[in-house]
């Protein structure tokens, strides 16, 4: 019992310090000395090397999430789900929730993995195992066919833009929990989540804009959008004069 307790120290204090400052700026000795422990070569003794020890604590996190999602997607199926695009979103956003040790605690695992997908991508990708991302990869496949009227480009680029989007807000929202002070009470408030489910359905079905299908649109050389901006800018102005 006592080795699972010091392994476990050591896997919440780097998962800590790797949430703060990234993987590349924590050193070996200062999880060790986080953790409580003395000697450097325990973090050796219970993961051989630093790299396996994030593996772990991707995979920690990632399966408790995966899990949670195929929970609600198997009962959203057996309700005849899913029904509405909301459905599978709640069902993105609701499992990275509350990932502390208590019901309802936070913690830092949003963090850390958002920034070691940044820094260390091919890393994530080989800790996930093609496993624990199952219920992500599920509500995927919901929102395509919950979507044939948006051109399949257009779709593919918005889902990169809701991964990056789930991601920055729910890091801000663990972030403003593990500080306290307004900002928890902000995102403690019932409407918040709500609101912010609100924003992703509408920035997976709106419509495109004149501009983007415009620029869909094969050609030679299509006009920089800066310039476009600008020059649209100085016609208003003249206009205005």
């Given at each position: 019992?006592?080795?699972d307790?010091?392994?476990?120290?050591i896997?919440?204090?780097?998962?800590r310090?790797?949430a703060?400052?990234g993987?590349?700026g924590?050193?070996i000795?200062?999880i060790?000395?986080?953790?409580?422990?003395?000697?450097?070569?325990?973090?050796?003794?219970y993961?051989?090397?630093?790299?396996?020890?994030v593996r772990?604590?991707v995979a920690?996190?990632?399966?408790l999430?995966?899990?949670r999602?195929?929970?609600?997607?198997e009962?959203?199926?057996r309700?005849g789900?899913?029904k509405?695009?909301?459905?599978v979103i709640?069902?993105?956003?609701?499992?990275?929730?509350?990932?502390?040790?208590?019901?309802?605690?936070?913690?830092t695992?949003l963090?850390f993995?958002?920034?070691?997908?940044?820094?260390?991508?091919?890393?994530?990708l080989?800790?996930?195992e093609?496993?624990w991302?199952?219920?992500y990869?599920?509500?995927i496949?919901?929102i395509?066919?919950?979507?044939?009227?948006?051109?399949?480009p257009?779709?593919?680029?918005?889902?990169?833009?809701?991964?990056?989007?789930?991601?920055?807000?729910?890091?801000?929202r663990?972030a403003?929990?593990d500080r306290?002070?307004r900002?928890?009470?902000?995102?403690?408030?019932?409407?918040?989540?709500?609101n912010?489910i609100?924003t992703v359905?509408a920035?997976?079905?709106s419509?495109?804009?004149?501009?983007?299908e415009?620029?869909?649109q094969p050609?030679?050389?299509?006009p920089?959008?800066l310039?476009?901006?600008?020059t649209r800018?100085?016609?208003?102005g003249?206009?205005a004069?």
């Amino acid at each position: 019992m006592k080795g699972d307790e010091t392994r476990d120290r050591i896997k919440l204090a780097a998962r800590r310090l790797f949430a703060e400052r990234g993987v590349d700026g924590v050193p070996i000795r200062e999880i060790v000395a986080a953790a409580g422990q003395r000697n450097v070569g325990s973090l050796h003794y219970y993961f051989r090397t630093k790299e396996a020890l994030v593996r772990e604590l991707v995979a920690d996190g990632a399966k408790l999430i995966n899990d949670r999602r195929l929970v609600m997607l198997e009962a959203m199926a057996r309700d005849g789900g899913p029904k509405n695009l909301r459905e599978v979103i709640e069902i993105l956003v609701w499992p990275s929730i509350g990932l502390g040790e208590a019901d309802g605690e936070e913690d830092t695992y949003l963090r850390f993995v958002v920034s070691l997908t940044m820094n260390h991508r091919q890393l994530f990708l080989e800790a996930l195992e093609d496993r624990w991302n199952s219920g992500y990869q599920q509500c995927i496949a919901h929102i395509k066919s919950l979507l044939p009227d948006v051109p399949m480009p257009v779709l593919n680029q918005r889902l990169v833009f809701m991964g990056l989007y789930l991601g920055a807000v729910m890091t801000a929202r663990e972030a403003a929990f593990d500080r306290g002070g307004r900002g928890r009470e902000f995102w403690a408030a019932r409407e918040t989540m709500s609101n912010f489910i609100d924003t992703v359905q509408a920035l997976l079905e709106s419509s495109t804009s004149p501009t983007t299908e415009m620029e869909r649109q094969p050609a030679t050389a299509l006009p920089n959008p800066l310039e476009a901006i600008l020059t649209r800018s100085m016609l208003a102005g003249a206009s205005a004069d």
